[in-house]
Nanobody, 126 residues
């Protein structure tokens, strides 16, 4: 299995930027496709972005397309989420997730991913 730890969250003003990191340990990181999700109180966990094991394919939710960028460095066992032009509605707990199946990962549903981190809070003030 793989263990995931997110970092980089915080408080930022609208229009600002943050970069989230998700460090993986355990089994071979490059075996996994990685996703980012977010969740606000009372709502279901929402898909944000996904990246293939080799970084060749990425996919984004419409709400973040053009503002967020997912990337990974397999040699560092880390996946990133660069968030620019942040809006108050981006406020959420952000989670990284991992799965070995690209087909499952591309379904963009939280229950398709096997491994999860503990989350990091992102707050965007207006």
């Amino acid at each position: 299995q793989v263990q995931l730890v997110e970092s980089g969250g915080g408080l930022v003003q609208a229009g600002g930027s943050l970069r989230l990191s998700c460090a993986a340990s355990g089994r071979t990181f490059s075996s996994y496709h990685m996703g980012w999700f977010r969740q606000t109180p009372g709502k279901e966990r929402e898909f944000v972005a996904v990246i293939k094991w080799n970084g060749d394919n990425t996919y984004y939710a419409d709400s973040v397309k053009g503002r967020f960028t997912i990337s990974r460095i397999n040699a560092k066992n880390t996946v990133y989420l660069q968030m620019n032009s942040l809006k108050p509605e981006d406020t959420a707990v952000y989670y990284c997730a991992a799965d070995v199946s690209w087909a499952r990962a591309m379904r963009t549903a939280a229950n398709e991913y096997e491994y999860w981190g503990q989350g990091t809070q992102v707050t965007v003030s207006s």
